[in-house]
Each structure stands twice: as structure tokens, then as C-alpha cells.
């Protein structure tokens, strides 16, 4: 191989400048304080940065939807105090008004106040975030939950579909609450479709003297013993008797009772099954031939609990005021007991939302925490060592240089001298 000063010089520089590069992309990595400047410089470790920052960049999605959620929830809250706080109120003027030592006209001030208050209820069901969104209208934030109907009475306009926030990429959970989910119907007390139970206990056979006859109606034993000229109708009367006199001492409710023949029905008007049970003792040396049957005629069904809309039991209860209705009005107390129970159960929940929220919002930031010393771990650089092999490079290169200058200068003349 022919070494000529040409290619003496082209392998100089070429070294040269391959450890000027060398040189250069080290300071860059100085000056930029990270192991990888451009993704060429190392893909696999390029992937598992752009990994770690996505996964970072998720986090702080997170936090940020958590913590307009938190928002929601404080105003959400705010309007559900104040709910609570009218309902209360409306709960003592109701005391006042069922009190029987009260005018007509006394009632009907309280009425008055009482719709002020369901105003204020109003308002406070129609309230709206920051955004000008109302937050008990479900999906329909552009639309005024409560409005008044034709018969005068707030109903509902929203819809109830449910929205979902992420907590995390594997959890979510509902957020929102609609109109009927903080101001739900109430129960009246009352039952609706009730079905009542009917047994009819036949009398079969020939009654006689000292014949003894007993019915048995939820565990409870009656019992009559025949009489010379008793009929299957005397008998089932004096048992009726017995069982009425039951009745009115409290022992059973919701029991009718009547006889026809040779036939006792009895009727479950609550819809609630009975136990019924009927025997017979013969009289001494007598005929074997009556006997008592118990047949359900219809099965009962007590129905189920009817309910009443939050504002439409509210609007009963000042029209019953106005009325003087006093005993309905003493009823009514239970729905406002149950609106205040929604009420402090809503605020539980608001609060128990709340805590968990602020929980996760903790958990993702130590996860936050973790993903961002993994990140710092791999592209941040290694000063002391990345200014020490930078500096022995600047050396390198530069007993390069001195070298090359010194060698570049000597002829085959020098040689021959």
C-alpha cells in the first residue's frame, strides 16, 4: 500500500474532525443537561422517555379533571346546604301550623311564608356553576331544571343520563347529580294496587250440642263450644263476635269479618297474607260428620309504597294549611322529615366524593412523583462523568492536533539530513 502525504492528511483530518464531533455532541449534552438531545442519538432510550412523559402527561389530565370536579362539588354543596336549611325552616313552620289553637288566618300566613320558602327551594334546584350550567339539569345544562306546569306545580325538565370522570386509566366514577337524585319524591304512607287477602271458613255437617269449633287467625285461638238449636250461621257469628272484639283491642288490624249462611269471610283489606286455621272437636257420642274449611277465595297483595314529587307535596302541604286541614298537615311532617334526611344524606355523599377525590388527586401524585425520577433517570445527564470524558476528549483532541502539526511538517529530506 503506497502511503502519499494526500492520504497521510485525509486520515489526519478525517480523525479530527470525528473527534471534534465526538467533542461537540458531548458539550451539546452539557449545555443541554440531558443524556439524549435528538431521538436519533438512541431510539430504544427515546421510547422509553416518550413513554414515561405520556404517562406523566395523563397524570396531570387527571389532576386537572379531579380537580374541576372538586369545583362542581363545593358549589353542588353550597346549593345543597342551603336546601337543607329552608327545609328545616319549612319543618317548624309546619309544627306551627298543625298547632289546632291557630286561626284559619294564622294558618294562611304560615302558607304564605311556606311558598316563599319553596321559591327559595327553587332557586336553589335551578342553581348553576360557574359556567352558567345548571347542576341538577343532568346532560341538559342549558335547560332550567324545575319549571312550573299547568297545574301550577315545579316538575322536572332534565334528563338523568349519568357522566363519568377518570380518576385513573383503570377507574372512574360518576359525578353530576340530577334533579330527582337530591330532590326525590317522597313516600306518603299510603299503599297503591293493594289486593286484599279473602278466606272463607266453611261450616260442613250438622252442628250439635257440645260440638266445639275453633278458628285460629294469626296464632290467635277462638273458640265456641255449640248450643242445643245452634245453626252453622250461629256459630260462625259467635266466632265473628269474638274475633271483632279481638280486633277492637288492638290484636289484629286491617280485618273484616262477615257471615253469610254457613260461610265466615274473612277479609286481609291491607293485602298481607293471614294465617288461617280451622278445627272442630265433636261432642261426646255424637255424629263425626261437621268439620270447618278454610279456602283462599282471592290471594292478597299489598301493593306497593305510593310516592309524591318533592315540590307537589310541598304545594299539598300549603293548600292543606290554607284549608285548615289540620290532621293532613301533621301528616305531611313525615315527607318534610324524609326531604331533610335526602338532604343531610346528599351532603354525606357530596363530602364522602370529596375525600375520595382529594385521595386519588394524592395517589396520582406520588405516581407523578415516581414516573418523573424514572424520566430524570434516563434522560437526565451524568455531569461529573459527562464533563470528565469531555475534558479527556478536549485533551485527545487536542495532543491530536499537536501531533498532527509536528508530523505534517517532517520531509524525506529531514530524514536524509
Known sequence: MTISTSLFFSRGVDLMSKSQTDLAKLQEKVASGKELVRPS??????????????????????????????????????YMTGTSDVLRQIKTLTIQGANASL????????????????????????????????????????????????????RYQGDQVNTSVDFSSTRQTVI??????????????????????IYDVELTGAVEAGDVFRVSLDGVTYQYTAESGDSAETVLEAIQTEIETAIAAGTHESI?????????????????????IGT?????????????TVTETQTPDPGRPEKIEFFQSLQELTDLLRIGDQQSVQSKLDEVDQMIDQA???????????????????????????????LS???????????????????????????????SQLTLFDYIR
Open 41 to 78: 442519538d438512541g431510539v430504544d432510550l427515546a421510547l422509553n422517555i416518550s413513554r414515561l412523559k405520556s404517562s406523566i402527561a395523563k397524570l396531570d389530565s387527571y389532576k386537572d379533571s379531579l380537580n374541576a370536579v372538586n369545583d362542581r362539588l363545593r358549589i353542588e354543596e353550597s
Open 280 to 292: 272442630t272437636i265433636n261432642a261426646f257420642d255424637g255424629v263425626e260428620s261437621q268439620g270447618l
Open 377 to 407: 433517570g434516563k434522560e437526565d445527564l451524568d455531569y461529573a462523568a459527562a464533563i470528565t470524558k469531555m475534558q479527556a476528549q478536549m485533551l485527545s483532541l487536542e495532543a491530536a492536533q499537536s501531533s498532527f502539526a509536528k508530523i
Open 256 to 276: 273484616t269479618l262477615s257471615v253469610v249462611d254457613n260461610t265466615l269471610t274473612i277479609t286481609a283489606d291491607d293485602g298481607y297474607e293471614r294465617r288461617i
Open 344 to 374: 343531610t344524606l346528599g351532603l354525606a355523599g357530596i363530602g364522602v366524593e370529596m375525600s375520595t377525590i382529594d385521595a386519588q388527586i394524592a395517589i396520582n401524585e406520588d405516581l407523578k412523583l415516581g414516573l418523573q425520577m424514572a
Open 176 to 197: 353530576g347529580r340530577s334533579g330527582p337524585d337530591v330532590f326525590r319524591s317522597v313516600f306518603t304512607g299510603e299503599m297503591l294496587n293493594v289486593v286484599p287477602g
Open 103 to 154: 286561626s284559619l288566618s294564622d294558618k294562611n300566613v304560615i302558607a304564605t311564608q311556606i311558598d316563599e320558602l319553596i321559591n327559595e327551594l327553587v332557586n336553589q334546584a335551578n342553581g348553576a356553576d360557574v359556567n352558567g350550567n345548571f347542576l341538577f339539569a343532568g346532560t341538559r345544562v342549558a335547560t332550567r331544571p324545575y319549571q312550573l306546569d299547568d297545574s301550577g306545580i315545579f
